[in-house]
Every structure is written in C-alpha cells, then in structure tokens.
C-alpha cells in the first residue's frame, strides 16, 4: 500500500507562486512515474504534469507549460509541484497520483494511476 500525502495550498493573489509537495511512503514504495491532477468545482479531474520517477521523464499539460515545474527528491519520496505566475483559473483541488504500472512516458490519463493523495486546494484570487 502506497501512502501519498500533500501539502502546501493556500489562498494567493493572481501573480503569485505556490510550492505544493507530495509525500509518499508505504512499506515498499516503487513507483514508475507520479503525476499531478486537479480538479475545480463542477469540473472533471485535470491532467496537470507528471514525471517518470527514475529518468525524470516529464510531460506537462498546455495549460500550465512554462508556469509549472515538477521535480523530485527520490531520497524523500518527494514530489513537487512549483506553480509561478498563478491565475485565477488554477483554483482548484490539487492531486497528486502514483502509478505503479510500467510504462515509457508519463501518463497523463487518471485511471493510469493507482494510488491518490487526499488533495489540496489552491485559491487564486484576482
């Protein structure tokens, strides 16, 4: 069993940034790639980025290109998530996901991924 928990939301103001983290742990924690989703209300769940977590593989969602940076601390089990030059429109619950499964290039699919975190929410105010 995969653990995953994340951490750092909050209310900001358009322009600013935000670093969210997702701890993994479990009693073997193997994952192949781990992925950020979101999800705002009334709207299905977003593919944002996600990482291949031994190569560092990555691929990023259009909309967020250029303002989003995922990274890892393999040592931690840590995934990040570096937001700069937030909008309003990035408000919503932000997810991060495991996916166990082998494959060459991060998924971006949500029923790729077999374990979730709890979620935390992003507020962009303008």
């Known amino acids: 069993q995969v653990q995953l928990v994340e951490s750092g939301g909050g209310l900001v103001q358009a322009g600013d940034s935000l670093r969210l983290s997702c701890a993994a742990s479990?009693?073997?924690?193997?994952?192949?790639?781990m992925g950020w989703f979101r999800q705002a209300p009334g709207k299905e769940r977003e593919f944002i980025v996600a990482?291949?977590?031994?190569?560092?593989?990555?691929r990023y969602a259009d909309s967020v290109k250029g303002r989003f940076t995922i990274s890892r601390d393999k040592a931690k089990n840590t995934l990040y998530l570096q937001m700069n030059s937030l909008k309003p429109e990035d408000t919503a619950v932000y997810y991060c996901?495991?996916?166990?499964?082998?494959?060459?290039?991060?998924?971006?699919?949500?029923?790729?991924?077999?374990?979730w975190g709890q979620g935390t929410q992003v507020t962009v105010s303008s």
């Open positions: 990482i291949l977590w031994n190569t560092g593989t990555t």
């Open positions: 479990g009693r073997t924690f193997s994952s192949n790639a």
């Open positions: 996901a495991a996916d166990t499964d082998y494959s060459d290039y991060p998924p971006s699919i949500a029923s790729a991924y077999d374990h």
